[in-house]
């Protein structure tokens, strides 16, 4: 698919649905093993940026990602604040001047806003965070051609899910040590809501 | 849920307006912020001051503003850390030229979002420099992890690092001290009965009506062990055993205690807790100059307490001994 302005608006759009119908989930999973803010962060984030960018008229993709990246950085606050808006920012740093965005500009988009997201955090694969669900995405996309948004979605899903069976070494959770265990990262299934938002207008373009 | 609020999305907003009435003798609020200032801020000829966190653990961190402490407090979410854009407005508005520094509670949200603003005020030219406190021996301590929270501790940094700023002393020196109370502070923390975020409206975790969570933190997240609950004397012997038996050699030195209320529990109870401390340090020929009983770091209505002493030298001494005037901490 190519993402235009109008995709890359449907997509937060579709984020910020998702997010809130599952914000007491989110809460849940991170009263569970963490601090039990994040359905509530992430619900006040998206919200704010879905309102941003369906009342902005845009240019550029990389516009709109600049914008979310600023409302996320300003409003979700936590752990979560930082790694969200960092991630936009390299998003819309990679695709700047990109008009419209292709599938293999957006693959160099997910690698740049992961490989951000582990400079600011620390955090490496396996440690139970949203890294593990934006490392095997950003691979995904990477290695293939005509990606199928159905498989974009399983990709991320079963990474979400795999979070499960992790220690946590970084995040709130990794006080808890082997009591983490369990336990699906709240911050994994955030991200996966992210991506099967992208899939489902993805199919749409299809 | 019963709390006395209005809404629940207007619960921080709505403190801060209600603490700077208070307090207007001391602080001033930054508008369109959630920043406190010092009411005189920025003070010239001395480094800044900024500490801050989420909220829900008044009286920190806005509490501590004043002469002799905090230029301003940051306050973010109940048990969120503030945004970046927050850390960054209350850096400039306090900055009075000689610096600023940053106290950062060992929290990965915390660290980065302050990072983050670190770097916006560095790109404008505004030196700043910033300590981490961890001095929460629950957690285990590894190079692996994130290490481990900052708690009750966070308020000797305060005062230590603040009433060095006040001596017109340098960011490197400022820096230095804070550091020094960093590496002597060890605390360790107990809840009887879990507390409730306004926006989630239910407790973080539940205990049993005989049952206490050891090694707990200040935001709600579950401690190290669950076990029955014993007496008071048993509680702070617990906790002062892992406190003791932790990398600072506490055996012979003077040391600063706080008994510290998590929020819920009587100042009567912090009492009881202290004079078993004050006996057990005695015994043990560990020599108390000073000692802070009272509410200094909460976790909203949390009962229970902590327990954090600090390794004193002469220097540390003197500046709990300077003064401090500021809504909770006066000297
Ligand atoms: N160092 C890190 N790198 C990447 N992701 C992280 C890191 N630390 C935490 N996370 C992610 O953030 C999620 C938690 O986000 P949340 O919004 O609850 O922030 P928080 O940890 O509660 O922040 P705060 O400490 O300020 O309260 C975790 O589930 C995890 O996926
Ligand atoms: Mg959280």
Known sequence: MEMKTEQAVAWIEKANALIQSNKEYLTELDQAIGDGDHGLNMSRGFQEAEAKVSGTDYDTVADVFKDVATVLMSKIGGASGPLYGTAFL??????????????ANLADAVEAALNGMKQRGKAEQGEKTMIDVWHPVADFLKNGQNVQADK???TAERAMNETKDIVATKGRAA??????KGHVDPGSTSSFYLFQALADVWKKGE | ?????????????????????????YVRSLEGTTVLLRKDAPVTG??????????????????????????AAVAGEMFTSPTPDQVFEAIKAANGGEGVFLVIKNYTGDVMNFEMARELAEAEGISVEQVVVNDDVAVEDSSFTNGRRGIAGTVFVHKAAGAKAAEGASLEDVKKVAE????????????????????????????????????????????????????????????????????????????????NGLGATPASELYIVNRYVQKRLRDNDIQVTHTYVGEYMTSLEMAGFSITLMKVDEELKQLLDARADTPAFRK
């Open chain 1, 90 to 103: 390299k998003m819309s740093m990679t695709v700047k001047d990109k008009d419209p965005v292709t599938e």
């Open chain 1, 152 to 154: 974009l979605e399983e």
């Open chain 1, 175 to 180: 006080y808890l040590q082997e009591r983490s």
């Open chain 2, 1 to 25: 849920m019963k709390k006395v609020i209005n809404q629940a999305d207007n619960v921080v907003r709505e403190m801060l307006e209600g603490f700077e009435e208070a307090h207007a003798d």
């Open chain 2, 46 to 71: 001395k480094v800044s001051l900024i500490s801050g966190g989420g909220s829900g653990h008044e009286p920190a961190h806005a509490g501590y503003v004043g002469e002799g402490m905090l230029d």
């Open chain 2, 180 to 259: 020094k109370v960093v590496a002597n502070t060890r605390s360790m923390g107990v809840a009887l009965t879990p507390c409730i975020v306004p926006g989630s409206g239910k407790p973080s975790f539940t205990l049993e009506e005989d049952e206490m969570e050891v090694g707990i933190g200040i935001h709600g997240e579950p401690g190290i062990e669950r076990k029955k609950i014993t007496s008071a004397d048993d509680i702070a012997e617990e906790l002062l055993q892992k406190v003791l038996q932790d990398s600072v050699d506490f055996q012979g030195s003077e040391v600063a205690v706080m008994v």
